[in-house]
């Protein structure tokens, strides 16, 4: 993956991710980094769960949304305590 798509699926996923839990945008750029870290833990947790979404790039954004929304309330989980 070239690193312009990997930008570009993290923005998109890190500002779905923003919007499905409320309150924890970050702004483009840290919506990226979220979005990018949230496809790291979507490549192993939805493997290890035996889960298969999509084909392409819906299939990258969809997975990169469902790690970032872990990222999120886990990081708002933290904020909190």
Do not use: C, H, Y
Not at 8 to 14: E, P, V
Not at 17 to 45: C, H, P, T
Not at 48 to 72: E, F
Request: glycine residues 18%.
């Amino acid at each position: 993956m070239s690193i312009i798509a990997a930008l570009i699926i993290g923005a998109i996923a890190g500002w779905l991710a923003g919007q499905i839990v409320r309150g924890a945008g970050f702004g483009l750029i840290g919506n990226i980094v979220v979005g990018i870290i949230g496809a790291l833990v979507a490549s192993f947790l939805l493997p290890a769960l035996g889960v298969g979404l999509g084909v392409g790039w819906v299939r990258d954004i969809v997975n990169a949304t469902i790690g970032a929304v872990v990222v999120l309330v886990i990081l708002s989980l933290v904020k909190r305590a």
